[in-house]
């Protein structure tokens, strides 16, 4: 049996897994010794329990009271905490991090940049910041997202539809990551939104990883949520086509 293998994950979903091996990857090359991660609207708290398991220092942050109770009940291990505070209250506090994880939330965000300055207040000077987002044009985004958000506003048949299709296969709404009462896209990026986000809050984009391609578009979805070697290779073939068609972006940031 491998490290790799040894490693407890709570994700089943093999991009899900891959994205925290990611974020785990980068910190382990990074990080000084006793350093102190930030994980920013941490949801269920999937990715902070996993790099406290890792030995990382981890305060995990949200707004959601629901989120934070349930990630506090599950799991608890001495080197992580989480507290029910936006990034900015952290901000006003004095708190500083040697990296902070802002993973699956820019995306949620009607003024993403609002938080990127709180986040750049809050990184030490040599600091890193991850940041994970779904591509806004990539599969997932063109043939589910965008056509469910048109089809909710319009309220017509493939809505209810759709309604029905949930119920059927019992989807809740929620996910592993998070409890939040909302979930919805409202931004969608490219390669260059970001890059041109992350310049005009004084960051620079020192890596582009690939999360996966078409895993997550039915009907392949629906096959492959069963079979995980399915997973497996939708994430190896995002991993050799461009950055730009994947279905989500894994980022390194530092400060300019």
Not at 3 to 29: H, P, Q, S
């Amino acid at each position: 049996m491998t490290k790799k293998d040894k490693i407890m994950y709570e994700y089943d979903r093999i991009a899900d897994r891959k994205r925290v091996d990611f974020i785990a990857g980068v910190l382990g090359a990074n990080l000084p010794a006793g350093a102190q991660v930030l994980d920013v609207g941490c949801g269920n708290g999937v990715i902070s329990r996993h790099l406290g398991r890792l030995g990382f220092r981890v305060t995990g942050i949200d707004v959601s009271e629901r989120t934070i109770e349930k990630a506090r009940s599950i799991h608890p291990l001495p080197n992580v905490e989480f507290i029910t505070k936006s990034a900015e209250d952290l901000v006003a506090e004095g708190s500083r991090y040697d990296a902070v994880i802002c993973s699956e939330v820019l995306e949620h965000l009607d003024n993403p940049g609002s938080l990127l300055d709180v986040l750049y207040a809050s990184l030490k000077e040599t600091g890193t910041l991850i940041v994970t987002v779904p591509n806004g044009h990539g599969p997932r985004e063109s043939f589910v997202t965008k056509p469910v958000l048109r089809a909710r506003r319009r309220n017509n048949w493939l809505w209810r539809t759709i309604v029905g299709a949930k119920k059927m296969f019992g989807y809740s709404g929620t996910t592993v990551q998070s409890d939040a009462d909302n979930l919805d896209h409202v931004q969608f990026f490219s390669r260059r939104d970001l890059e041109a986000l992350s310049a005009a809050h004084k960051f620079r984009i020192t890596r582009f990883g690939s999360a996966n391609f078409v895993e997550d578009v039915f009907p392949f979805s629906f096959l492959a949520k069963r079979v995980p070697l399915l997973q497996r290779m939708d994430c190896a073939l995002a991993d050799r086509l461009p950055v730009e068609m994947s279905g989500g972006f894994f980022t390194v940031w530092e400060k300019r």
